[in-house]
């Protein structure tokens, strides 16, 4: 069974730090692109950073390069999103996505930037 389980969500203030995890299980995580999206209320949901699984090429959203990275440790079936310089702009609800012989989706975990 395929599993998705986001983490490390929560309330920041501007310009402060969060580090979201997602746990996976149920496939070959290595071999699988992997990816963080976030959906923020009225809008479409949007391509955040994404780690491929052969090679390891890592792209970012135009809107978060220098703020954040994603990385991924295949031994423990994990990928993790570190925001740094957090603005009120990236409040959203953040999914995490698998990508390979199949599409998965996490439930996703809240974010929210405010004062």
């Known amino acids: 069974q395929v599993r998705l389980m986001e983490s490390g969500g929560g309330l920041v203030q501007p310009g402060g730090s969060l580090r979201l995890s997602c746990a996976a299980s149920?496939?070959?995580?290595?071999?699988?692109?992997m990816s963080w999206h976030r959906q923020a209320p009225g809008k479409e949901r949007e391509l955040v950073a994404v780690?491929?699984?052969?090679?390891?090429?890592?792209n970012y959203a135009d809107s978060v390069k220098g703020r954040f990275t994603i990385s991924r440790d295949n031994a423990k079936n994990t990928v993790y999103l570190q925001m740094d310089s957090l603005k009120p702009e990236d409040t959203a609800v953040y999914y995490c996505?698998?990508?390979?012989?199949?599409?998965?989706w996490g439930q996703g975990t809240q974010v929210t930037v405010s004062s």
């Open positions: 996505n698998a990508v390979g012989w199949g599409d998965y």
């Open positions: 149920g496939f070959t995580f290595s071999a699988y692109a």
């Open positions: 780690s491929t699984g052969v090679g390891n090429s890592i």
